[in-house]
Protein backbone atom coordinates (compact mmCIF):
# COMPACT_ATOMS: atom_id res chain seq x y z
CA UNK A 1 0.00 0.00 0.00
CA UNK A 2 1.31 3.40 -0.77
CA UNK A 3 0.66 7.67 0.01
CA UNK A 4 -0.96 9.02 -2.24
CA UNK A 5 1.77 11.14 -2.29
CA UNK A 6 3.82 8.67 -3.69
CA UNK A 7 1.59 7.49 -6.75
CA UNK A 8 1.49 11.15 -7.56
CA UNK A 9 5.24 11.02 -7.94
CA UNK A 10 4.89 8.25 -10.83
CA UNK A 11 3.93 8.09 -15.01
CA UNK A 12 0.92 6.31 -12.95
CA UNK A 13 -0.68 9.24 -11.77
CA UNK A 14 0.01 11.51 -14.94
CA UNK A 15 -2.02 8.95 -17.19
CA UNK A 16 -4.49 8.33 -14.90
CA UNK A 17 -4.69 11.58 -14.66
CA UNK A 18 -5.08 12.09 -18.32
CA UNK A 19 -7.34 9.19 -19.24
CA UNK A 20 -9.96 10.59 -16.03
CA UNK A 21 -9.98 14.43 -17.71
CA UNK A 22 -10.71 12.85 -21.44
CA UNK A 23 -14.16 10.06 -19.34
CA UNK A 24 -14.78 13.87 -17.67
CA UNK A 25 -15.35 15.55 -21.31
CA UNK A 26 -17.57 13.00 -22.53
CA UNK A 27 -19.61 12.37 -19.32
CA UNK A 28 -20.13 16.19 -19.08
CA UNK A 29 -20.59 16.14 -23.22
CA UNK A 30 -23.85 13.74 -22.84
CA UNK A 31 -25.49 15.64 -19.68
CA UNK A 32 -25.11 18.97 -21.79
CA UNK A 33 -26.62 17.28 -24.54
CA UNK A 34 -29.43 15.45 -22.69
CA UNK A 35 -30.34 18.85 -20.49
CA UNK A 36 -30.69 20.38 -23.95
CA UNK A 37 -32.85 17.95 -25.60
CA UNK A 38 -34.95 18.05 -22.69
CA UNK A 39 -35.54 21.39 -22.81
CA UNK A 40 -36.24 21.65 -26.08
CA UNK A 41 -38.74 18.72 -25.52
CA UNK A 42 -40.35 21.06 -22.81
CA UNK A 43 -40.77 24.08 -25.78
CA UNK A 44 -42.39 21.29 -28.39
CA UNK A 45 -45.10 19.98 -25.99
CA UNK A 46 -45.53 23.48 -24.56
CA UNK A 47 -46.12 25.14 -27.82
CA UNK A 48 -48.39 22.49 -28.90
CA UNK A 49 -50.45 23.07 -25.74
CA UNK A 50 -50.86 26.69 -26.02
CA UNK A 51 -51.57 25.92 -29.35
CA UNK A 52 -54.01 22.92 -28.85
CA UNK A 53 -55.90 25.07 -26.17
CA UNK A 54 -54.42 23.10 -23.06
CA UNK A 55 -53.55 24.60 -19.34
CA UNK A 56 -50.13 24.98 -20.03
CA UNK A 57 -49.57 25.77 -16.09
CA UNK A 58 -50.41 21.95 -15.29
CA UNK A 59 -47.74 19.44 -15.05
CA UNK A 60 -47.58 16.73 -16.92
CA UNK A 61 -47.04 13.41 -14.74
CA UNK A 62 -44.44 11.33 -16.22
CA UNK A 63 -46.36 8.89 -18.17
CA UNK A 64 -47.76 11.71 -20.24
CA UNK A 65 -44.23 13.20 -20.81
CA UNK A 66 -43.22 9.68 -21.69
CA UNK A 67 -46.02 9.32 -24.15
CA UNK A 68 -45.80 12.57 -25.77
CA UNK A 69 -41.75 12.44 -26.26
CA UNK A 70 -42.62 9.05 -28.29
CA UNK A 71 -45.40 10.62 -30.26
CA UNK A 72 -42.92 13.66 -31.40
CA UNK A 73 -40.15 10.38 -32.06
CA UNK A 74 -42.95 9.08 -34.33
CA UNK A 75 -44.23 12.33 -36.40
CA UNK A 76 -40.96 13.08 -36.90
CA UNK A 77 -40.14 9.51 -38.34
CA UNK A 78 -43.24 10.02 -40.58
CA UNK A 79 -42.11 13.48 -41.79
CA UNK A 80 -38.75 12.24 -42.57
CA UNK A 81 -39.63 8.63 -43.78
CA UNK A 82 -43.11 9.75 -45.04
CA UNK A 83 -42.57 12.89 -46.94
CA UNK A 84 -38.90 14.05 -46.98
CA UNK A 85 -37.19 11.03 -47.73
CA UNK A 86 -39.80 10.66 -50.59
CA UNK A 87 -39.03 14.09 -51.95
CA UNK A 88 -35.31 13.67 -52.42
CA UNK A 89 -36.45 10.03 -54.38
CA UNK A 90 -39.35 11.95 -56.83
CA UNK A 91 -38.62 12.13 -60.32
CA UNK A 92 -37.43 14.67 -62.17
CA UNK A 93 -41.11 15.74 -63.67
CA UNK A 94 -41.83 16.22 -59.64
CA UNK A 95 -38.81 17.75 -58.46
CA UNK A 96 -39.43 20.49 -61.13
CA UNK A 97 -42.79 20.97 -59.81
CA UNK A 98 -41.17 21.54 -56.22
CA UNK A 99 -38.68 24.34 -57.83
CA UNK A 100 -41.62 26.02 -58.87
CA UNK A 101 -43.04 26.34 -55.62
CA UNK A 102 -39.60 26.84 -53.84
CA UNK A 103 -36.90 27.33 -56.51
CA UNK A 104 -33.72 26.92 -53.45
CA UNK A 105 -35.43 24.05 -52.52
CA UNK A 106 -32.28 21.43 -51.14
CA UNK A 107 -32.98 17.81 -52.17
CA UNK A 108 -29.88 17.18 -49.82
CA UNK A 109 -31.42 18.34 -47.12
CA UNK A 110 -35.53 17.87 -47.29
CA UNK A 111 -35.58 19.16 -43.92
CA UNK A 112 -34.43 22.72 -44.79
CA UNK A 113 -36.97 22.31 -47.68
CA UNK A 114 -39.95 21.36 -45.83
CA UNK A 115 -39.45 23.88 -43.24
CA UNK A 116 -39.97 26.45 -46.06
CA UNK A 117 -43.05 24.95 -47.72
CA UNK A 118 -45.10 24.53 -44.28
CA UNK A 119 -44.30 28.31 -43.95
CA UNK A 120 -46.08 29.15 -47.43
CA UNK A 121 -48.63 27.19 -46.75
CA UNK A 122 -47.54 24.76 -49.88
CA UNK A 123 -47.05 21.07 -48.24
CA UNK A 124 -50.90 20.65 -48.07
CA UNK A 125 -51.10 21.25 -51.84
CA UNK A 126 -47.82 19.11 -52.53
CA UNK A 127 -49.48 16.42 -50.06
CA UNK A 128 -52.80 16.10 -51.79
CA UNK A 129 -51.01 16.11 -55.25
CA UNK A 130 -48.89 13.28 -54.35
CA UNK A 131 -50.48 10.07 -52.57
CA UNK A 132 -47.14 8.42 -51.19
CA UNK A 133 -46.56 11.77 -49.00
CA UNK A 134 -49.59 10.79 -46.16
CA UNK A 135 -48.91 13.08 -43.13
CA UNK A 136 -51.50 14.25 -40.85
CA UNK A 137 -50.13 17.27 -38.28
CA UNK A 138 -49.98 16.73 -34.49
CA UNK A 139 -47.75 18.23 -32.17
CA UNK A 140 -45.34 19.40 -35.23
CA UNK A 141 -47.71 21.46 -36.69
CA UNK A 142 -45.88 23.75 -38.20
CA UNK A 143 -42.69 25.44 -39.37
CA UNK A 144 -41.24 26.17 -35.65
CA UNK A 145 -41.87 22.47 -34.38
CA UNK A 146 -40.80 20.82 -37.07
CA UNK A 147 -37.01 22.32 -36.23
CA UNK A 148 -37.79 21.45 -33.15
CA UNK A 149 -37.98 18.63 -33.25
CA UNK A 150 -35.10 17.94 -35.62
CA UNK A 151 -33.59 19.15 -32.97
CA UNK A 152 -34.80 16.74 -30.42
CA UNK A 153 -34.10 13.85 -32.34
CA UNK A 154 -30.47 14.75 -33.67
CA UNK A 155 -29.76 15.27 -30.17
CA UNK A 156 -30.74 11.87 -29.15
CA UNK A 157 -27.99 10.31 -31.84
CA UNK A 158 -25.33 12.65 -30.32
CA UNK A 159 -26.13 10.98 -26.83
CA UNK A 160 -26.33 7.46 -28.37
CA UNK A 161 -22.42 8.81 -29.77
CA UNK A 162 -21.05 9.75 -26.63
CA UNK A 163 -22.46 6.74 -24.42
CA UNK A 164 -20.58 4.89 -27.26
CA UNK A 165 -17.35 6.90 -26.89
CA UNK A 166 -17.62 6.45 -22.89
CA UNK A 167 -17.68 3.19 -22.94
CA UNK A 168 -14.78 3.19 -25.38
CA UNK A 169 -12.81 4.76 -22.24
CA UNK A 170 -13.96 3.29 -19.47
CA UNK A 171 -11.52 -0.33 -19.84
CA UNK A 172 -9.02 1.74 -19.10
CA UNK A 173 -9.79 1.90 -15.62
CA UNK A 174 -9.41 -0.75 -13.07
CA UNK A 175 -12.14 0.21 -10.75
CA UNK A 176 -14.75 -0.13 -13.98
CA UNK A 177 -14.80 -4.19 -13.52
CA UNK A 178 -16.22 -3.57 -10.47
CA UNK A 179 -18.79 -1.17 -11.29
CA UNK A 180 -19.82 -2.74 -14.37
CA UNK A 181 -20.43 -6.01 -12.21
CA UNK A 182 -23.42 -3.83 -10.10
CA UNK A 183 -26.77 -4.29 -11.55
CA UNK A 184 -27.93 -0.72 -11.81
CA UNK A 185 -24.96 0.67 -12.80
CA UNK A 186 -23.98 1.65 -16.19
CA UNK A 187 -21.35 3.69 -18.27
CA UNK A 188 -22.66 7.10 -17.85
CA UNK A 189 -23.32 6.58 -14.06
CA UNK A 190 -19.72 4.98 -14.04
CA UNK A 191 -18.28 7.96 -15.56
CA UNK A 192 -19.65 10.05 -13.35
CA UNK A 193 -18.24 8.34 -10.05
CA UNK A 194 -14.64 8.15 -11.79
CA UNK A 195 -14.42 11.23 -13.00
CA UNK A 196 -16.24 12.89 -9.39
CA UNK A 197 -14.58 10.96 -7.04
CA UNK A 198 -10.85 11.20 -6.45
CA UNK A 199 -9.07 8.73 -4.32
CA UNK A 200 -5.75 10.90 -4.18
CA UNK A 201 -7.49 13.43 -2.31
CA UNK A 202 -9.93 12.00 -0.43
CA UNK A 203 -8.49 10.25 2.41
CA UNK A 204 -11.13 8.59 4.45
CA UNK A 205 -14.50 6.59 3.79
CA UNK A 206 -16.11 9.89 5.16
CA UNK A 207 -14.55 11.82 3.00
CA UNK A 208 -16.54 10.53 -0.13
CA UNK A 209 -19.64 10.45 2.05
CA UNK A 210 -18.88 14.56 2.89
CA UNK A 211 -18.28 15.28 -0.97
CA UNK A 212 -21.36 13.40 -1.99
CA UNK A 213 -23.29 15.68 0.27
CA UNK A 214 -24.72 12.22 2.11
CA UNK A 215 -23.60 13.38 5.34
CA UNK A 216 -25.97 15.05 8.20
CA UNK A 217 -25.29 18.70 9.90
CA UNK A 218 -25.45 18.81 13.48
CA UNK A 219 -27.24 21.96 15.05
CA UNK A 220 -26.36 22.80 19.08
CA UNK A 221 -28.07 24.84 21.60
CA UNK A 222 -25.60 26.74 24.22
CA UNK A 223 -24.81 24.41 26.21
CA UNK A 224 -23.41 21.91 23.26
CA UNK A 225 -26.43 19.54 22.98
CA UNK A 226 -27.54 18.50 19.68
CA UNK A 227 -30.83 20.15 19.28
CA UNK A 228 -31.52 19.20 15.30
CA UNK A 229 -29.77 17.04 12.57
CA UNK A 230 -30.24 17.58 8.49
CA UNK A 231 -29.34 16.36 6.08
CA UNK A 232 -26.66 17.66 4.00
CA UNK A 233 -27.80 20.68 1.73
CA UNK A 234 -27.74 24.22 0.66
CA UNK A 235 -29.08 26.01 3.84
CA UNK A 236 -27.52 28.90 5.31
CA UNK A 237 -27.11 26.93 8.75
CA UNK A 238 -25.63 23.76 6.34
CA UNK A 239 -22.52 25.96 4.11
CA UNK A 240 -18.88 25.49 5.81
CA UNK A 241 -16.09 28.22 6.15
CA UNK A 242 -13.58 28.76 2.64
CA UNK A 243 -11.10 30.84 1.85
CA UNK A 244 -9.66 32.17 -1.49
CA UNK A 245 -7.77 34.65 -3.39
CA UNK A 246 -9.03 37.08 -5.60
CA UNK A 247 -7.68 38.29 -8.66
CA UNK A 248 -6.13 41.02 -6.73
CA UNK A 249 -4.08 38.96 -4.25
CA UNK A 250 -6.16 39.64 -1.47
CA UNK A 251 -7.10 36.31 0.55
CA UNK A 252 -11.28 36.45 1.40
CA UNK A 253 -13.15 34.61 3.90
CA UNK A 254 -16.56 33.30 2.86
CA UNK A 255 -18.76 30.30 3.00
CA UNK A 256 -19.61 27.95 0.87
CA UNK A 257 -20.95 24.50 0.07
CA UNK A 258 -19.32 20.94 0.78
CA UNK A 259 -20.37 18.70 -1.29
CA UNK A 260 -20.82 18.27 -5.21
CA UNK A 261 -24.37 19.08 -5.89
CA UNK A 262 -24.05 17.55 -9.75
CA UNK A 263 -22.80 14.30 -8.02
CA UNK A 264 -25.13 14.56 -5.06
CA UNK A 265 -27.98 14.59 -7.59
CA UNK A 266 -27.23 11.62 -9.52
CA UNK A 267 -26.60 9.35 -6.87
CA UNK A 268 -30.24 10.09 -5.26
CA UNK A 269 -31.83 11.13 -8.79
CA UNK A 270 -30.66 8.37 -10.71
CA UNK A 271 -28.61 5.59 -9.32
CA UNK A 272 -30.76 5.14 -5.93
CA UNK A 273 -33.57 4.52 -8.44
CA UNK A 274 -31.57 2.67 -10.19
CA UNK A 275 -30.93 0.30 -7.78
CA UNK A 276 -34.34 -0.20 -6.71
CA UNK A 277 -35.47 -0.88 -9.98
CA UNK A 278 -33.09 -3.08 -11.06
CA UNK A 279 -33.06 -5.02 -7.67
CA UNK A 280 -29.91 -5.03 -6.57
CA UNK A 281 -29.14 -7.74 -4.88
CA UNK A 282 -26.60 -6.02 -2.61
CA UNK A 283 -27.54 -2.49 -1.93
CA UNK A 284 -31.90 -3.19 -2.79
CA UNK A 285 -32.68 -4.88 0.40
CA UNK A 286 -30.55 -1.97 2.83
CA UNK A 287 -33.09 0.09 1.42
CA UNK A 288 -36.19 -1.69 2.23
CA UNK A 289 -34.71 -3.17 5.51
CA UNK A 290 -33.74 0.87 6.69
CA UNK A 291 -37.19 1.68 5.78
CA UNK A 292 -39.06 -1.16 7.83
CA UNK A 293 -36.97 0.05 10.92
CA UNK A 294 -37.88 3.73 10.53
CA UNK A 295 -41.65 2.75 10.07
CA UNK A 296 -41.37 1.50 13.07
CA UNK A 297 -39.34 2.97 15.63
CA UNK A 298 -41.16 5.35 17.91
CA UNK A 299 -38.94 8.10 16.91
CA UNK A 300 -40.52 8.10 13.43
CA UNK A 301 -43.47 6.59 13.90
CA UNK A 302 -47.22 6.52 14.54
CA UNK A 303 -49.43 9.99 14.24
CA UNK A 304 -49.75 13.41 15.41
CA UNK A 305 -52.50 16.54 15.68
CA UNK A 306 -51.49 18.83 13.32
CA UNK A 307 -54.19 21.77 12.81
CA UNK A 308 -57.14 19.60 13.91
CA UNK A 309 -55.62 16.87 11.78
CA UNK A 310 -53.71 13.23 12.63
CA UNK A 311 -50.74 13.51 10.18
CA UNK A 312 -47.49 10.85 10.24
CA UNK A 313 -45.16 11.84 12.81
CA UNK A 314 -42.91 11.70 10.03
CA UNK A 315 -43.80 11.74 6.52
CA UNK A 316 -43.32 8.81 4.59
CA UNK A 317 -40.99 11.49 1.54
CA UNK A 318 -38.91 11.80 4.83
CA UNK A 319 -38.32 8.36 5.63
CA UNK A 320 -37.93 7.15 1.94
CA UNK A 321 -35.08 9.93 2.31
CA UNK A 322 -33.33 8.21 4.75
CA UNK A 323 -33.49 4.83 3.71
CA UNK A 324 -31.75 5.81 0.49
CA UNK A 325 -29.33 7.90 2.38
CA UNK A 326 -28.14 4.79 4.21
CA UNK A 327 -28.51 2.35 0.72
CA UNK A 328 -26.14 4.89 -0.90
CA UNK A 329 -23.64 5.40 1.81
CA UNK A 330 -23.31 1.43 2.26
CA UNK A 331 -22.61 1.53 -2.07
CA UNK A 332 -20.19 4.39 -1.09
CA UNK A 333 -18.01 2.67 1.30
CA UNK A 334 -17.69 -0.41 -0.87
CA UNK A 335 -16.72 1.75 -3.41
CA UNK A 336 -14.33 3.46 -1.52
CA UNK A 337 -12.62 0.33 -0.86
CA UNK A 338 -12.40 -0.44 -4.50
CA UNK A 339 -11.65 2.75 -5.29
CA UNK A 340 -8.57 2.84 -3.06
CA UNK A 341 -7.66 -0.50 -3.91
CA UNK A 342 -7.68 0.01 -7.78
CA UNK A 343 -4.53 2.50 -7.17
CA UNK A 344 -2.83 0.44 -4.16
CA UNK A 345 -3.67 2.89 -2.01
CA UNK A 346 -3.82 2.88 1.72
CA UNK A 347 -7.32 2.59 2.97
CA UNK A 348 -9.39 3.62 6.34
CA UNK A 349 -12.07 2.06 7.89
CA UNK A 350 -15.36 4.30 8.29
CA UNK A 351 -15.54 6.26 11.35
CA UNK A 352 -17.50 4.41 13.08
CA UNK A 353 -15.64 1.30 13.26
CA UNK A 354 -12.63 2.72 14.11
CA UNK A 355 -13.70 4.47 16.89
CA UNK A 356 -16.62 2.74 18.41
CA UNK A 357 -16.09 -0.67 16.54
CA UNK A 358 -19.65 -0.09 15.17
CA UNK A 359 -20.43 -2.94 12.31
CA UNK A 360 -23.32 -2.18 10.00
CA UNK A 361 -25.18 -5.38 8.92
CA UNK A 362 -25.07 -4.03 5.34
CA UNK A 363 -21.09 -4.04 5.66
CA UNK A 364 -19.59 -6.70 3.68
CA UNK A 365 -15.89 -6.18 3.18
CA UNK A 366 -13.75 -5.79 6.31
CA UNK A 367 -11.00 -2.85 5.31
CA UNK A 368 -7.63 -4.12 7.13
CA UNK A 369 -6.14 -6.27 9.11
CA UNK A 370 -6.36 -5.35 13.21
CA UNK A 371 -2.64 -3.61 13.26
CA UNK A 372 -3.53 -1.64 10.11
CA UNK A 373 -6.47 -0.16 11.89
CA UNK A 374 -5.03 0.79 15.12
CA UNK A 375 -2.18 2.70 13.59
CA UNK A 376 -4.79 4.82 11.45
CA UNK A 377 -6.90 6.03 14.40
CA UNK A 378 -5.79 9.54 15.40
CA UNK A 379 -8.79 10.70 17.11
CA UNK A 380 -10.55 12.45 14.36
CA UNK A 381 -13.46 14.88 15.43
CA UNK A 382 -16.78 13.60 14.36
CA UNK A 383 -17.03 14.30 10.09
CA UNK A 384 -14.71 14.53 7.66
CA UNK A 385 -11.62 16.77 8.14
CA UNK A 386 -10.46 16.85 4.57
CA UNK A 387 -13.12 17.19 2.51
CA UNK A 388 -12.26 15.91 -0.93
CA UNK A 389 -11.69 19.18 -3.28
CA UNK A 390 -13.35 20.01 -6.23
CA UNK A 391 -11.99 18.69 -9.58
CA UNK A 392 -10.83 21.31 -11.88
Keep these: MKTAAEVKMTDYYENWLNDRQQLRQKVNSYYRTQNHRIAIGNQIIDNWKKNTGQDTSKEMTDAEVQKAMAKIK ?24 INKMYPKFDFRNPIIGLTELMSRGKLKKLIETNKNLAYSPGIIYDTHQLIKADQFVSDRRY ?14 FKLWDWLNSNKGIGPVMGGVLITRFNPFTGVYPSSYICYAGLDVVHFFDPEGNVTKIEGRG ?7 PRTYTNSKGKVIETTGIS ?32 KV ?22 PLLHIHRMATRKMLKAFIYEYYIHDKRSHGLIEYPPYEEEKY ?10 FLDAQTIAESKRGRAIGPDDPMEKAA
Design 159 to 172: EDAFVLEIKEILPR
Design 234 to 240: KKKGHLV
Design 357 to 366: EVIHNFRKNQ
Design 74 to 97: KEYRLITENIANPIAELTMKVKEE
Design 259 to 290: HCPFLKSKLIGVLAGSFMMTKNPDYSPIYYNE
Design 293 to 314: KYLNNPKYAGTILKKGKEVPKT
